[in-house]
């Protein structure tokens, strides 16, 4: 069975940084797509970025430059670390998995992921 728990989220100033981790049950990092995903208040779940099976990592364009998705097989889990956090930035954060063949079918559609964390928050004060 597939279990990812997210854990590290807090309330930062605006400017801080938070590392998120997500904890998975199996070794997921050689045969799973794995995400990161945002939720805020009142908007759809928006896609970070993802690696796939061949540790390539994609990112959304408004992620790119202040967000950095890493993982760590030996632990079973993935990363995200979140630099210069602004009060935008306050939302429920996911970490999700699907099993893949490899680049082409790993991006940041949610629909396309079938395992999900219970989320952790981030809040961002300014």
């Known amino acids: 069975q597939v279990q990812l728990m997210e854990s590290g989220g807090d309330s930062v100033q605006a400017g801080g940084s938070l590392r998120l981790s997500c904890r998975t049950s199996v070794s997921l990092l050689n045969n799973y797509c794995v995400a990161w995903f945002r939720q805020r208040s009142g908007k759809e779940r928006e896609g970070i970025g993802v690696i796939d099976i061949d540790w390539r990592k994609t990112y959304a364009e408004i992620f790119k430059e202040r967000f950095t998705i890493s993982r760590d097989k030996a632990k079973n889990t993935l990363y995200l670390e979140m630099n210069s956090l602004k009060p935008a930035d306050r939302g429920m954060y996911y970490c999700?998995?699907?099993?893949?063949?490899?680049?082409?079918?790993?991006?940041?559609?949610?629909?396309?992921?079938?395992?999900w964390g219970q989320g952790t928050q981030v809040t961002v004060s300014s």
């Open positions: 999700a998995a699907h099993p893949s063949f490899g680049e082409a079918d790993c991006y940041t559609r949610a629909r396309e992921f079938e395992h």
